[in-house]
C-alpha cells in the first residue's frame, strides 16, 4: 500500500476563523484545500498567506471552459504558492491536455487533477445531461480521458478506486473527498469511506473538512486521522 497523506477542505467563510484554526492545528498538517468559497471572497492574497503559514496549498477552482481559456487560466495562476489544482475532466481531452502543457512548461511540479462524476450526480441527473452510463462506468471513461491528456491525477470517490487501481494506479494520483473517521457524524455525505479503508483501497490523498474543522480539537482530529493512516 502507497502511503496517504491527509488534505484539510478549508470550507469556511472568514479569514479569521481559518488562521485561527490553521494556528490551532500546525505542523501535523501538511496540505490545506483552498475552494470557490475562499478563494472568491479572499483572492490569490489569501492562497499566498496559506503558504506563508507553511501549508501546502490544494486550489480546488475545477476549472471548465474551452482550452484556451483554461490555458490562461493555468498561466495566471502558476505564480501562485500552489501545489494541486483541479479542473473538470468533463471538459475534453483537448481542455485538459493545453492545461497539462501550461503546467509543464511553467510549473511542472504542480499536481493538476481532473474532477471526475460530482458525488452529487446520480444516474439520473447524468441522463439529463447527456449521459447515459452509470456514475461509476462515466468515472472510469473520464479516467481514461484524463491519462490521455497527460494530466496526472484525479478527484474520485474512495469507493470507485476498486475501479480505477488496477487500470490506472501506475499513471495516475488519486485524491478523495467523502471521508468520515470511525465515529464521525456523516453529515451530508452519502457514501462515505473510513481514512484507512481509503487507504487501503489505493487512494494518494484524502479530503476531509467538517470532521476537522467543526471537532471539539482540531488538532487532535487531525493527529486521530494521521494515526489512522500511519
Ligand atoms: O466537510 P467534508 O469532509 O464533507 O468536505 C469534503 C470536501 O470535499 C468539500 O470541500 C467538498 O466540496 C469536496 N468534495 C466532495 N465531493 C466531491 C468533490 C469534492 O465532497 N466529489
Known amino acids: 500500500m502507497s502511503s496517504c497523506e491527509l488534505i484539510l477542505a478549508l470550507d469556511l467563510e472568514s479569514k479569521d476563523e481559518a488562521?485561527?484554526?490553521?494556528q490551532g492545528i500546525g505542523p501535523d498538517l501538511k496540505w490545506v484545500k483552498v475552494g470557490l468559497q475562499m478563494f472568491t471572497a479572499h483572492g490569490p492574497e489569501w492562497i499566498r498567506e496559506v503558504a506563508d503559514l507553511g501549508f501546502k496549498v490544494f486550489l480546488d477552482l475545477k476549472l471548465h471552459d474551452i482550452p484556451n481559456t483554461v490555458a490562461k487560466a493555468l498561466q495566471s495562476l502558476s505564480d501562485l504558492p500552489i501545489d494541486m489544482l483541479?479542473?473538470?475532466?468533463?471538459?475534453?481531452?483537448?481542455?485538459?491536455?493545453?492545461?497539462?502543457?501550461?503546467?509543464?512548461?511553467?510549473?511542472?511540479?504542480?499536481?493538476?487533477?481532473?474532477?471526475?462524476?460530482?458525488?452529487?450526480?446520480?444516474?439520473?441527473?447524468?441522463?439529463?445531461?447527456?449521459?447515459?452510463?452509470?456514475?461509476?462506468?462515466?468515472?472510469?471513461?473520464?479516467?481514461?480521458?484524463?491519462?490521455?491528456?497527460?494530466?496526472?491525477?484525479?478527484?474520485?470517490?474512495?469507493?470507485?478506486?476498486?475501479?480505477?487501481?488496477?487500470?490506472?494506479?501506475d499513471q495516475l494520483k488519486f485524491v478523495t473527498p467523502g471521508i468520515r473517521p470511525t465515529g464521525a457524524a456523516a453529515d451530508d455525505q452519502k457514501r462515505i469511506?473510513?481514512?484507512?479503508?481509503?487507504?487501503?483501497?489505493?487512494?494518494?490523498?484524502?479530503?476531509?473538512?467538517?470532521?476537522?474543522?467543526?471537532?471539539?480539537?482540531?488538532?487532535?482530529a487531525v493527529q486521530a486521522i494521521n494515526g489512522e493512516l500511519a
Not at 475532466?89 to 471526475?116: F, H, I
Open 86 to 169: 483541479t479542473l473538470h475532466s468533463s471538459g475534453g481531452v483537448e481542455m485538459m491536455a493545453a492545461a497539462n502543457q501550461v503546467r509543464l512548461d511553467r510549473k511542472p511540479n504542480l499536481l493538476l487533477l481532473g474532477v471526475t462524476v460530482l458525488t452529487s450526480m446520480d444516474e439520473a441527473q447524468l441522463r439529463r445531461v447527456g449521459v447515459p452510463n452509470s456514475p461509476e462506468r462515466q468515472v472510469h471513461n473520464l479516467a481514461g480521458a484524463v491519462v490521455e491528456s497527460g494530466v496526472p491525477g484525479l478527484v474520485c470517490s474512495a469507493k470507485e478506486l476498486s475501479l480505477l487501481v488496477p487500470d490506472y494506479a
Open 19 to 22: 488562521r485561527s484554526l490553521l
Open 193 to 220: 469511506v473510513t481514512p484507512s479503508q481509503a487507504a487501503a483501497n489505493g487512494s494518494n490523498f484524502i479530503v476531509v473538512g467538517r470532521p476537522i474543522y467543526k471537532a471539539e480539537s482540531p488538532r487532535s
